[in-house]
């Protein structure tokens, strides 16, 4: 269960950097703790599981699918936080 919330809330983090990327009005210090913060819980989500299943074997049932969960909550969480600071960077300029 917490392997799909990792990418759920991997996904979120990505609406919310597509939102602050696309609409500047969006980009203030709230959006922009609360879509880093999401990333980083989706993140620490993901290292839990794949943790609690690093001695399982991969043909039991729904480790496979646990562990593809949490490499896309990975995955989406390093994409949000890439945009978000891209944007950081370039506003700062």
Do not use: D, H
Request: net charge positive.
């Amino acid at each position: 269960m917490l392997s799909l919330l990792s990418a759920w809330t991997g996904l979120a983090a990505v609406i919310m950097a597509a939102v602050m990327l696309f609409r500047r009005s969006f980009f203030s210090p709230v959006w922009l703790t609360i879509s880093v913060y999401t990333a980083i819980f989706s993140l620490t989500l993901a290292g839990m599981v794949l943790w609690a299943l690093r001695k399982e074997s991969a043909g039991e049932s729904g480790v496979r699918a646990q562990r593809t969960q949490c490499y896309a909550g990975i995955g989406l969480s390093f994409v949000a936080i890439g945009v978000v600071y891209a944007i950081f960077f370039q506003t700062v300029e």
